[in-house]
């Protein structure tokens, strides 16, 4: 069973509720009406708007953030990924692209987050055409939990990520998680 687009709905609106407008409100409009619209966000192939992803912000006992450099595109981002048909839950698919990407698993996660929870982050960003994989210019929705582990060895899969590294808040270029950290005590 996948994630189905009511439970996206549902994050969705409970994020937007707890945040009270959050800086990416506007952005986030454009997902609302592609689940309007009726487009199946779940899938990697969604092109006409565009589609959900899932990250993990991943924060360690030094207040740091880990970030992985993605390949596609070239640049430092949270680990996570495109949703897959056997991820039940948004929770769940966060917590599979971490331990996909990095070799972290559940078990050393200090205080998992429950099926219920809001996500730390909701990131809109628009992704370039790419002839190789026949996608056009479409947008993603990254729905990001927050972890706080206590482990920090971590082991990235090289044909996804050329490496990982821990962050202070300070340092990343993400100005939206970044601001999200700052209010969490996190720099």
């Not at 589609?51 to 949270?78: F, N, S, Y």
């Not at 205080?111 to 990131?123: G, K, L």
């Not at 899969?157 to 601001?179: E, I, N, Q, T, V």
Request: proline share 6%.
């Amino acid at each position: 069973m996948t994630v189905t687009h009511s439970e996206i709905r549902d994050v969705l609106f409970r994020y937007l509720e707890h945040y009270r407008y959050p800086p990416e409100a506007d952005q986030l409009i454009r997902l609302v009406r592609a689940l309007d619209e009726g487009h199946d966000v779940t899938s990697r192939n969604e092109f006409r708007i565009g589609h959900v992803t899932v990250g993990a912000v991943v924060i360690d006992q030094h207040r740091r953030v880990l970030m992985v450099k993605h390949t596609a595109p070239e640049e430092w981002l949270p680990p996570g990924g495109h949703l897959k048909y056997e991820d039940t839950s948004l929770v769940g698919a966060s917590l599979r692209g971490l331990q996909e990407e990095t070799g972290i698993t559940s078990d050393h996660i200090a205080s998992p987050p429950d099926a219920d929870a809001i996500p730390f982050d909701i990131d809109t960003r628009q992704i370039p055409a790419d002839p190789f994989w026949d996608a056009p210019e479409h947008w993603h929705f990254d729905f990001r939990y927050a972890h706080w582990v206590d482990e920090t060895e971590v082991r990235p899969l090289l044909d996804k990520a050329d490496g990982c590294a821990w962050f202070s808040a300070d340092a990343l270029s993400m100005s939206g998680l970044r601001d999200k950290l700052g209010t969490v005590g996190v720099g």
